[in-house]
């Protein structure tokens, strides 16, 4: 620290920035006097001091169709049409799914990616390198030589006109400057301890954010600590964190499995009624969580994964069902619900795994709880689960934290939609 240091106000820098509702509404760092939002919370139009817009056109679920840049007496529209990206009305370029075509030419262009899905190399058909990036850890582009696309970190596309650079993650644009969100995130109440506009737990280093995907932790009984991190991590010794590390996804969304908890202790008994609970929630939760695991061209690119414990097991079953149906109702791959994983879950020989499913158990012999016939829950397999782990050790319990060591056991790495089929991003 210096003391009576000189000090030169021409290197003072005042930070203004105003938000509405949570959304970025003006930006003077970068000229932005003003930023207006369509009925989605999407942006609609982007204003510059010097008068300069930028103007986006979306389809009613929100995907992106059409960018319209108007700086200075030049004017540029950007259409998306699919796989298709036309530019002032002529096809540019055929997007793929290691690459793009020219349509121009008709050339072939490829990416070579790292392990965050960030687009380093672009190289031809002939594999003559065309475009080499460099990326600090929360995706500024430091070092790009032959700048030639504009689809980088994330593999998405960066908006660099008018010294804007945003990327458009489809939900929300994200200034890899500051490492956040320019809107909080629309499940920002399903998982309270992580700020809403804070990029992938701001851990961009172990973790990626495609699109703000989920884990699904349903919690058991508890004194008032459910629906919530506190429950997991706090005073489960850290399991939520362990599990989202061990499947490379940190977004989490928390639901209180018990009905209330400790409070409503007759109806939490009834296996049936916790699963009926949970069929009405999770006709709720659906159209939302599809969302969240879309991208800025409607297309499914991630897998749902639901964690339990104890009673959130049974009411699990039947959010799942309504996951399931919402599925079928709009033609989407079952596949998508990756697996259930249930953790000493309470009442198991009153339980069914919902068919074409993978289901996971993990029991402790020496459970006390689950394991306790004069509480109606004698020990048991839940039918039609894929595969049952059961722990020996004399210590470990019915606590969430006493199926630490088991987190590994559970599927890893991070998986993406192809074909409807689940392909594991390596």
Known sequence: MFNNAPFNKNFFTVWLTT????????????????IQYNCLNLPRLIKFKDQSTITYTYAADGTKLRVEHKIGNSTTRTTYCSNVIYEDGTAKCLLTEEGYVSLDGREYHYYLKDHQGNNRVLVNKNGGVEEINHYYPFGGVFASEENVQPYKYNGKELDTKKGLNWYD??????????????????????????????????????????QGKLVIFINGMHWGDGKSNRYWDKNGGGFATAVMK?????????????????????????????????????????????????????????????????????????????????LIDNNLP???????????????TEQEAVKG?????????????????????????????????????????HTIKDFYNMVFKLPEGKYEVIDGKIVPIN
């Open 357 to 397: 499913i993978k289901t996971f158990q993990f029991t402790n012999m020496n459970d006390d709880i689950a394991n306790n016939k004069w509480l109606k829950s004698p020990f048991g397999i839940i039918q039609g689960v894929e595969k049952v782990t059961i722990g020996i050790e004399e210590n470990k319990k």
């Open 246 to 326: 061990h499947l490379n996804d940190y977004n989490a969304m928390y639901i209180d499995g018990s009905i209330g908890g400790v409070g409503q202790l007759p109806y939490n008994l009834d296996a049936n009624l916790r699963r009926t609970f949970g069929r009405n929630q999770g006709f709720l939760d659906a159209p939302v969580i599809l969302r969240k695991i879309k991208n800025s061209k409607g297309e499914l690119i991630e897998t749902i994964k639901i964690i339990t414990h104890s009673m959130g097991a049974a009411y699990a079953k039947g959010y799942i069902e309504a996951l399931k149906q919402f």
């Open 19 to 34: 938000y509405d509702n949570g959304n970025l509404a003006q930006d003077l760092n970068k000229g932005i006097e003003d």
């Open 334 to 348: 079952l596949s998508l619900i990756e697996f259930e994983a249930d953790f000493a879950p309470f009442q198991p």
């Open 169 to 210: 993650y489809g939900a929300r644009r994200y200034d890899a400057a500051l490492g956040r969100w320019h809107k909080i995130d629309p499940m920002t109440e399903k998982y309270y301890s992580v700020s809403p506009y804070a990029y992938c737990s701001s851990n961009p280093v172990n973790a990626i954010d495609y």
